[in-house]
């Protein structure tokens, strides 16, 4: 462990504390919000402040039920395509990044675009590009119909082999066998994906590897949170959506680092009473996608329960934020706003 802090009943919000039967919980940090969430998140907010409801939202703007259903009650309207959009109305894209051809769409209907998709996923599809420029077959790691997998592939789909894990690897196929390079879906497993990777090494010796990490900055720093605690927890709660791809990974990555159960939840009485059976420490994360509240929710139901005994398990320190999307920030700024254009993570009812 990096650190355990204990909390102070601020920090934890679950009252004072009593530990003489051993419960207690881990809670990871970091956990919850990245930059590229809470800019996508805050980019709807201002959107429906600055020009009405209702604004369009191509796909969830981020993998959680919560905050998708938060944005609809105030006016937020999801499509799954470009074309549910009325001609002329304001479309959001979601963090997850969208294909060329959905740009090309969205001006085919004239509609307004402001692109939340986060800066580190555009920086894969800036390398996807690039590599396609030098006639590279890129074989891109990454889940089959997940949302960002189909936005980089749609920047070279001549180029790009799926691999979907390191047994696929055995059967891919690519043109050039000395022309290859790796790159990868920003939530993957990092351990999974570094399997994956040797693999492919052991098949292209030549593999080229990408200028810098594919797998963000968050997905690693909530892996190695649950890393640490994995080991010391009988049951993991992870706080997530099914389909957020970072969530799911959090919960095989404790499972597969030690902790003796384990469960995705969106909200806190989604948990099973039979799961604390026998547990004494509780392991407690949230994915990148998730607000705090819901995280504050499951600490409440464990309190409820004798798990009073809170201690933080600080892998990294965070502090990355990220400029709101250009297009809003213009319109913010010709209607007089003094918002400085960076993502504040106290900003907006969903924090
Ligand atoms: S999980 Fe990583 S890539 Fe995805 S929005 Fe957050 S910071 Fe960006």
């Known amino acids: 462990m990096t650190s ?5 009943t601020d920090d934890a919000a679950t009252g004072g504390s009593d530990a003489s039967d051993g419960k207690r919980v881990l ?3 970091p956990r919850g919000y990245c930059a590229g969430v809470d800019r996508a998140v805050v980019t709807v907010e201002k959107a429906l402040d600055l020009y009405g409801p209702p604004v369009y939202v191509r796909k969830q703007i981020v993998h959680n039920k919560h905050v998708v259903t938060t944005l609809e009650k105030r006016g937020a309207i999801f499509v799954d395509e470009t074309e549910q959009v009325p001609e002329g109305a304001t479309v959001i894209f979601s963090a997850h990044g969208v294909a060329p051809v959905v740009h090309d769409e969205a001006k085919a209907l004239s509609l307004k675009t402001i692109d939340a998709t986060c800066p580190l996923v555009t920086k894969v599809h800036r390398e996807a590009r690039r ?8 074989l891109l790691i990454g889940h ?24 696929h690897v055995d059967t891919i196929e690519v043109r050039d066998p000395d022309r290859v390079v790796w790159l990868s879906q920003t939530t993957l497993s990092v351990d999974e994906t570094m399997e994956t990777v040797r693999r492919l090494r052991e098949r292209f010796p030549k593999l080229q590897d990408p200028p810098s990490d594919d797998i963000c900055y968050a997905t690693q720093n ?14 993991m709660i992870v706080v997530g959506s099914r389909n957020s791809s970072n969530s799911v990974r959090l919960v095989e990555v404790a499972l597969e680092h ?10 806190a009485d989604e948990i099973d009473e039979s799961w604390l059976d026998g547990v004494t420490t509780v392991g407690v994360t949230s994915g990148a ?24 398990v600080t892998a990294a320190e965070e502090s990355l934020l990220f400029a709101l999307p250009t297009e809003l920030r213009r319109d913010l700024k010709a209607r007089g706003s003094d918002d400085s254009g960076q993502v504040r993570h106290d900003a907006g009812s969903l924090h």
Do not use: C, W
């Open 222 to 235: 909530r892996q190695l949170a649950v890393k640490q605690m994995a080991p010391d927890t009988d049951l």
């Open 131 to 138: 590599f396609a420029g030098d006639d590279f077959d890129i």
């Open 289 to 312: 996608s998730v607000p705090e509240v819901l995280v504050r929710d499951v600490l409440d139901f464990l309190a409820q329960r004798g798990y009073t005994d809170v201690a933080s």
């Open 27 to 29: 809670l990871a940090a």
């Open 144 to 167: 089959d119909g997940h949302e960002e997998v189909i936005g980089t592939a749609g920047e070279a789909p001549e180029n790009i082999v799926l691999v979907e894990s390191p047994d």
């Open 4 to 8: 355990v802090l204990p909390t102070g």
């Open 258 to 267: 030690g902790a003796r159960d384990g469960h995705l939840v969106d909200y």
